[in-house]
């Protein structure tokens, strides 16, 4: 496939939702739709504000998106 639509378009968010599934949804069992929407909630927050990323140099996407001195500031 080549052009728009072509299947290396959605990697990133394919493996993002990869993570999320091993890490986060397949090592619980939920029991209400509202208990997902809000551990997802809570692991998005730890995966962009703690979670050190390797192919970030060890930092969090908040860190690189805002800059270390603006996460700093706002804490």
């Known amino acids: 496939m080549n052009g728009r639509g072509r299947a290396t378009?959605?990697?990133m968010i394919k493996r993002l939702?990869?993570?999320?599934k091993y890490d986060d949804i397949y090592l619980k069992e939920?029991?209400?739709?509202?208990?997902l929407i809000a551990d997802l909630r809570d692991y998005?927050?730890?995966y962009n504000n703690?979670?050190?990323h390797s192919?970030?140099?060890?930092r969090t996407p908040a860190?690189?998106?805002?800059?270390?001195?603006a996460l700093k500031e706002a804490a």
């Open 63 to 69: 860190e690189v998106y805002f800059g270390a001195s």
């Open 30 to 35: 939920y029991e209400t739709v509202e208990q």
């Open 44 to 46: 998005f927050d730890y």
């Open 55 to 58: 192919s970030l140099g060890d």
């Open 17 to 20: 939702w990869r993570t999320v």
């Open 50 to 52: 703690e979670r050190p």
């Open 9 to 11: 378009d959605n990697i």
